[in-house]
C-alpha cells in the first residue's frame, strides 16, 4: 500500500513538474514571410544529401506533408476583415490567393514549427501575420518611428509630374502604419484566449510568448524615392532606426520587455561576394541594406534578447544556375518559333535543344524553382532552411 502510495504521489509530482505555459512565436512579414515555396518542390529536398534529413522531418509515412498535432497556428493574411486561418501544421498555410484555401505553399513557419517542436519537446502555438508587398517605412511603420516624411527629393519630383502633394501626403498619413495596427490587433486577439487556436492550451498554466520573428525588406530594398543614396554609406540608415523602433514598440504593447527577437535579414540571390557579372550593379545596395536590417542586433540596448539571421546562407547556387539555363533556353525556343518552321520541324528542333542545353540532373533541379529569385526561387529547400534557422535561433535566445 505504502509503495502504492509513493508510485502515486510521485506521478503526481511529475505531472505539475511537467506542467508548463504553452509557448507562443509570433512570425511577421511580407511575401517572404508568406511563402511561395509550392509542396511541389519538396523532392527536390531529397537531391541534397546535406538538406535529406530535413525531408524526411518534413513528411509523414505516407510522403505526404507532415501534420503536427501539437503545433497549431492561426494566420493571419489577406484584406482587411478577412477572418484569419486556424489549424494543426502542416504544409499549405504559405501565400494565398484566397485567405481561407490553400495555394499548397509554405513559407517559414513549416519547418520553424517542426524544428522548434522537436527542441523543445512540448505544445507550440504560433501566430503568422503576413501581407505580400508590404514595407517598414509606412505599411509596418511603428508609432514611435513618427509620422513619415518625404524627403526633398521625392517632393520636388512629385511636384515636377504635377501631383497633388496635399493629396498625397494625406493619403500616406491613413496608410502610415496600417499594417502595424493589424498585426498586434491580430496578436492580442488570439493571446486574449489561446485556447481558441490550440486545444492544449491550458489556462491555469497560461502562456510565454517566446519570440517574435520578423522576416521582410523587399519593398524597403527597391523605395529609391524613400532611400535616395541607398548605394551610398549609410543609404539605409533609417531602416536600422525604424527597426529599432519596431522591436520597442512591439515589446511595449505585448508587455514583454526582452521577448526575444529574430530579425531574418533578406539575401535573395546569396551572398553578394558571390554575385556573378550580371549582379554587379546591385551589389553596394544590397550589401547597404543586408547591414541595415541586422544592425539593430548589434545594439547595446537589445545585446543578448536581439538576433539576425543571414539568409543569404540558406540560397541554393546550382538551383539559380539552371534557373538562368531555362531562361536562356526560353529565348532561343522563341527565337525557334518566329523562324517559320513547320508544326513538326519545330517540335523536333525544340526537342532537341532541349536535350543539349539542359541535363537530366537540370531537369530535376527545375522541379524544385516554383516562383521568382526574389521569392527565394519558390524553393521548398531554400524555405525550409530559412525556417529551421529562424527555430535555432529563436531557441537560443531563450536559453
Known amino acids: 500500500m505504502m509503495r502504492l502510495i509513493l508510485v502515486g504521489c510521485m506521478a503526481l509530482l511529475g505531472a505539475f513538474a511537467s506542467a508548463k505555459p504553452l509557448k507562443v512565436f509570433v512570425l511577421v512579414g511580407q511575401s517572404n514571410m508568406q511563402g511561395h515555396a509550392k509542396i511541389s518542390s519538396f523532392d527536390h529536398i531529397g537531391m541534397d544529401p546535406k538538406s535529406a534529413p530535413m525531408l524526411a522531418e518534413m513528411r509523414g509515412e505516407d510522403g505526404a506533408p507532415r501534420v503536427l ?25 504559405g501565400a494565398r490567393r484566397n485567405p481561407v484555401k490553400s495555394d499548397d505553399k509554405i513559407g ?8 522548434m517542436h522537436k527542441k523543445l519537446q512540448e505544445p507550440v502555438l504560433i501566430i503568422k501575420v503576413a501581407w505580400g508587398g508590404k514595407s517598414l517605412h509606412t505599411d509596418f511603420r511603428p508609432p514611435s518611428a513618427g509620422a513619415f516624411e518625404f524627403n526633398d527629393e521625392e517632393l520636388v519630383r512629385l511636384k515636377k509630374n504635377g501631383k497633388d502633394v496635399d493629396a ?35 489556462a491555469k498554466e497560461g502562456y510565454e510568448l517566446a519570440g517574435f520573428v520578423w522576416f521582410q525588406g523587399w519593398n524597403d530594398l527597391v523605395a529609391g524615392n524613400v ?13 536600422s532606426e525604424m527597426m529599432a523602433h519596431f522591436i520597442r514598440d512591439v515589446r511595449k504593447d505585448l508587455e514583454q520587455a526582452k521577448l526575444p527577437f529574430v530579425i531574418g535579414v533578406l539575401g535573395v540571390g546569396g551572398p553578394t561576394d558571390q554575385y556573378g557579372e550580371s549582379q554587379q550593379r546591385y551589389l553596394k545596395s544590397h550589401d547597404n541594406f543586408r547591414m541595415a536590417m541586422a544592425a539593430p542586433a548589434l545594439m547595446p540596448e537589445f545585446k543578448g534578447n536581439v538576433t539576425a539571421v543571414l539568409t543569404e546562407k540558406f540560397w541554393d547556387a546550382e538551383l539559380e ?17 518566329q523562324s517559320g518552321l513547320a508544326k513538326k520541324e519545330l ?13 537530366e540532373r537540370d531537369e530535376q533541379l527545375l522541379k524544385g524553382i516554383t516562383n521568382a529569385a526574389y521569392h527565394y526561387l519558390g524553393s521548398a529547400k531554400i524555405m525550409g532552411k530559412i525556417g529551421e534557422g529562424f527555430a535555432d535561433a529563436c531557441y537560443k535566445l531563450q536559453k
Open 321 to 337: 544556375a539552371v534557373g538562368k539555363k531555362r531562361h536562356q533556353l526560353s529565348i532561343k525556343e522563341e527565337e525557334l518559333r
Open 227 to 239: 532611400y535616395p543614396n541607398r548605394g551610398g554609406d549609410g543609404g539605409y540608415a533609417k531602416y
Open 69 to 93: 498535432d501539437d503545433v497549431w497556428i492561426s494566420y493571419r493574411t489577406g484584406k482587411a476583415g478577412d477572418a484569419p486561418v486556424v489549424g494543426k501544421l502542416t504544409a499549405g498555410f
Open 108 to 115: 517559414p513557419e513549416f519547418t520553424f514549427g517542426i524544428f
Open 168 to 202: 498625397i501626403r494625406a493619403e500616406k498619413v491613413q496608410a502610415t502604419g496600417l499594417y502595424y495596427r493589424f498585426m498586434m490587433e491580430h496578436i492580442k486577439s488570439v493571446l486574449a484566449d489561446p485556447g481558441k487556436v490550440h486545444p492544449g492550451y491550458d
Open 347 to 359: 517540335s523536333e528542333a525544340m526537342l532537341k535543344l532541349r536535350a543539349e542545353m539542359l541535363t
